[in-house]
């Protein structure tokens, strides 16, 4: 029945502009005189039309895509090109492209464009995308819909040209003091970068992506051929651990935006960190140092969502990794007595905690807050409650307090 229905959706155009035609004709022949021929003759030219264009294939046509903004920031703007080729010269009346997008683009503007075609071959159509959410999203293609003068007879054809776009979260950049640094003969506060010897070589090892050619041993690859890397000795170590909360909140996207800037300002100031995301799929990384280590951070924190349904002190109560934690650094929205408990019955070897919660600019903090903030001091974990506006000082305002 459904197969019945769309064939006659492709033909009731045609089969609409004959009956037209063929009661111009009748009502001429029986009418006479000029005005009614003079109507019949009107009607030839677009009747012909709309057959002739029923009948015309639009199967060469191709289309391009050609995206002009390289990385797209959360918020940000998004530009693509589309280029529509065709081999034949009819004439087309009105056309209309539409990019076809994911359902996580659904509920942005569509992006449809009415155009006069004519007998031109190609045409170019350049649309943006303003303050593109954070995700993963998929240009599935672009759809073409062809009509007549009057809209009687519709072609549509849908041309598949899949591209997926990575909006990452929006970074800040910001000055990294290391919140506690740990020496061999034990933990000193210190704004020294966590840094290696490089003056010192103790060995050689196989090289990893992401290692420095300027770390790289030339005698040992000129003799074997194979790349190997210098060891040093480490001065000083940065045990930071930093863990994103996933709890659903109004406030999520800017606790992933607060993440991924101090996850990129940790990795530039060559210091390291384990990383800890734990919601419907849990990640964890024990060591953010190279570029490539950042770069996994950042795709993760591109289509990660707020779906932890679990909660979290429980979480984090049963976390092995969190066990030999000695630096932790906790991005949320929404501090809460268990999640400290927790913490503190999970992480034994924890010398020092940091905990950014982030708050809207139009809050202001509740006599309950500030009543779980001197809690929190009172265990040992130091609250610094930021605005997103104010991202870019985060570890300066740390040291202030």
Not at 104 to 114: G, N
Not at 203 to 230: C, E, M, N
């Amino acid at each position: 029945m459904k197969l019945l229905f769309n064939r006659w959706r492709r033909v009731r155009g045609v089969v609409g502009v004959l009956f037209l035609l063929v009661v111009a004709f009748v009502y001429a022949m029986f009418q006479g005189g000029f005005v009614s021929w003079f109507l019949f003759y009107l009607v030839i030219p677009i009747s012909l039309y709309s057959i002739l264009l029923y009948m015309n294939s639009l199967s060469d046509i191709t289309v391009v895509r050609i995206i002009e903004t390289r990385k797209v920031q959360s918020g940000g703007r998004f530009s693509a090109t589309i280029h529509v080729n065709r081999k034949s010269r009819f004439p087309l009346m009105y056309v209309q492209l539409e990019e076809k997008v994911s359902p996580s683009l659904a509920s942005q503007t569509s992006w449809k464009q009415l155009i006069f075609w004519g007998m031109r071959k190609e045409f170019s159509w350049t649309y943006e995308i303003e303050h593109i959410p954070r995700g993963e999203h998929v240009l599935v293609g672009t759809s073409m819909q062809v009509s007549d003068m009057f809209g009687w007879v519709k072609k549509e054809v849908f041309i598949t040209n899949p591209k997926t776009i990575l909006v990452f979260p929006n970074l800040t950049e910001m000055v990294y003091i290391p919140i506690e640094t740990r020496y061999d003969q034990g933990a000193a506060a210190s704004r020294i970068q966590a840094m290696k010897d490089t003056s010192m070589a103790t060995g050689v090892r196989s090289y990893q992506p992401g290692d420095r050619v300027s770390w790289i041993h030339w005698k040992s690859f000129a003799r074997t051929q194979t790349l190997k890397t210098k060891e040093f000795e480490d001065r000083q170590s940065q045990d930071m651990f930093v863990v994103i909360d996933r709890t659903p909140s109004p406030l999520f996207e800017e606790v992933v935006d607060l993440t991924a800037s101090i996850m990129q300002a940790i990795v530039r100031h060559q210091a390291s960190s384990a990383f800890l995301s734990v919601g419907s799929e849990r990640m964890f990384l024990p060591e953010v140092q190279t570029d490539q280590h950042l770069q996994r951070v950042l795709y993760h924190l591109t289509k990660v969502q707020d779906d932890l349904t679990k909660p979290l002190d429980q979480v984090f109560l049963h976390d092995k990794s969190l066990s030999n934690a000695t630096t932790l650094l906790y991005i949320t929205s929404n501090l809460t007595y268990e999640w400290m408990d927790s913490v503190q019955k999970n992480a034994t070897n924890l010398r020092a905690c940091t905990c950014f919660v982030i708050n809207s600019k139009t809050e202001k903090t509740t006599r309950e807050q500030n009543a779980m903030y001197k809690y929190a001091a009172s265990r040992g974990f130091q609250v610094q409650t930021i605005t997103k506006d104010r991202f870019a000082q985060a570890f300066l305002e740390v040291k202030r307090t």
